[in-house]
């Protein structure tokens, strides 16, 4: 299995451009968020998603964009990217049972993206 | 609202020496708790939930409800323990999950 992935690694882009963060997993994992990180702020929770066809804004949410066709994939779209929206976005998923023993997010390896 | 904090920022100990990363959560009901570590350049891994009760190399955390705390330990910290620790809340059965601003654990030689 190969997890969480997340593409791409590094992004630079112009403020005012567009651009999709893509991300996948393989663990049929129902639930899947999407999180940025910025020094001293810690993980602030952008969108997520408790299945196919269902999204929901989490903590920031302002400027980006989220669907969910399939449970595979939950790309996030910036819409008109800038220089506040530069940070390292993590993609996570986790099971979504009714089980505790289940709980605890599975994360991508992260996409560091600067805008200029 | 769901809150977590972590008073720490940075926390420097020497090799050998005990640690304690502290962490107090606001919340109402009854949450799970969680401790993330993040190793430089790596992404984040899930270290310890309470609801296992389980030691993962070495840390442990014990939830103390009256107190709103769950803080990690160690007895003798190591070189490679050196890292970035979130802790972390959920409260509606892993739907999402509310962070810490996290702590930078530095362990020296």
């Known amino acids: 299995n190969a997890g969480v992935t997340q593409t791409p690694k590094f992004q630079v882009l112009k403020t005012g451009q567009s651009m999709t963060l893509q991300c996948a997993q393989d663990?049929?994992?129902?639930?899947m968020s999407w999180y940025r990180q910025d020094p001293g702020m810690g993980l602030r929770l952008i969108h997520y998603?408790?299945?196919?066809?269902?999204?929901d804004q989490g903590e920031v949410p302002n400027g980006y964009n989220v669907s969910r066709s399939t449970t595979e994939d939950f790309p996030l779209r910036l819409l008109s990217a800038a220089p506040s929206q530069t940070s390292v976005y993590f993609c996570?998923?986790?099971?979504?049972?009714?089980?505790?023993?289940?709980?605890?997010?599975?994360f991508g390896s992260g996409t560091r993206l600067t805008v200029v | 609202a769901q809150r977590v904090t972590q008073p720490e920022k940075l926390l420097s100990v020497f090799k050998g020496a005990p640690v304690e990363l502290k962490c107090n959560y606001s919340?109402?009901?009854?949450?799970?708790l969680f401790w993330y570590v993040q190793y430089s350049r790596q992404r984040l891994q899930l270290l310890l939930r309470?609801?296992s009760r389980e030691s993962i190399k070495g840390f442990t955390a014990d939830l103390n409800k009256g107190e709103t705390s769950f803080h990690l330990k160690k007895p003798f910290a190591q070189e490679e323990d050196s890292a970035m620790y979130y802790c972390?809340?959920?409260?509606?059965?892993?739907?999402?999950?509310?962070f810490g601003p996290g702590t930078r654990l530095s362990v020296l030689p």
């Open positions: 919340y109402s009901g009854s949450p799970e």
């Open positions: 309470h609801i």
């Open positions: 972390a809340l959920t409260f509606n059965y892993g739907q999402n999950f509310v």
């Open positions: 998603s408790v299945g196919a066809g269902i999204t």
């Open positions: 996570a998923s986790s099971p979504g049972t009714g089980f505790f023993e289940d709980y605890g997010y599975t």
């Open positions: 663990m049929n994992h129902e639930y």
